[in-house]
T-cell receptor, first 113, second 118 residues
Framework: GQNIDQPTEMTATEGAIVQINCTYQTSGFNGLFWYQQHAGEAPTFLSYNVLDGLEEKGRFSSFLSRSKGYSYLLLKELQMKDSASYLCAVSAPNSNSGYALNFGKGTSLLVTP | GAVVSQHPSWVICKSGTSVKIECRSLDFQATTMFWYRQFPKQSLMLMAT?????????EQGVEKDKFLINHASLTLSTLTVTSAHPEDSSFYIC??????????????FGPGTRLLVL
């Protein structure tokens, strides 16, 4: 089966840096995605990693280590609007659809003043 | 990023009625679309994969006769919840698979449809 683990909740202060970790155990691997989801809304795409290393995109960076089954999302210069749920998703082979996304339960991030 | 629309955004219906949800990729063609369901404070659960021009494939535990999927064109997939019951009340989200020139696949999500069955 597929297992994606990430912390349930995190709190950080406006202007600070926060790192959200994700560990995974999947049958096959075709990339790891991070999505942001505000309450009552659909997820929006943040980043994609398929090779080891760090991908930087503005205030957001994502890291992947395939050998360790580990990724993190780094958010810098936190803003109040960054309060949301952050979903780690691993693309893995699926007998129905070729590859499918397997989602973790999400990390609810609260940014405080 | 690519844009996916979903309609309607909210549905309230009586038990026993059928509800149709549309998912459209607006600026790209998607041979594959996915339908997810999300209960409060839970993760997204894949229900089925919708392939243009062929039958949808369903995940284990999802009734294909209850959740009818049609992918009639490269930009439109529909999900029909037949004879809806209160336990079907949930947040239904579609996504469309986009492949760029580097063969990188990304799923872009629609805004979701919140279904409440009374």
């Amino acid at each position: 089966g597929q297992n994606i683990d990430q912390p349930t909740e995190m709190t950080a202060t406006e202007g600070a840096i926060v790192q959200i970790n994700c560990t995974y155990q999947t049958s096959g691997f075709n990339g790891l995605f991070w999505y942001q989801q505000h309450a009552g809304e659909a997820p929006t795409f943040l980043s994609y990693n398929v090779l080891d290393g760090l991908e930087e995109k503005g205030r957001f960076s994502s890291f992947l280590s395939r050998s360790k089954g580990y990724s993190y999302l780094l958010l810098k210069e936190l803003q109040m609007k960054d309060s949301a749920s952050y979903l780690c998703a691993v693309s893995a082979p699926n007998s129905n659809s070729g590859y499918a996304l397997n989602f973790g339960k999400g990390t609810s991030l609260l940014v405080t003043p | 990023g690519a844009v996916v629309s979903q309609h309607p955004s909210w549905v309230i219906c009586k038990s026993g009625t059928s509800v149709k949800i549309e998912c459209r990729s607006l600026d790209f063609q998607a041979t594959t679309m996915f339908w997810y369901r999300q209960f409060p404070k839970q993760s997204l659960m894949l229900m089925a994969t919708s392939n243009e021009g062929s039958k949808a494939t369903y995940e284990q535990g999802v009734e294909k006769d209850k959740f009818l999927i049609n992918h009639a064109s490269l930009t439109l997939s529909t999900l029909t919840v037949t004879s809806a019951h209160p336990e079907d009340s949930s947040f239904y989200i579609c996504s469309a698979r986009d492949v760029n020139r580097d063969s990188q696949e990304t799923q872009y999500f629609g805004p979701g449809t919140r279904l409440l069955v009374l």
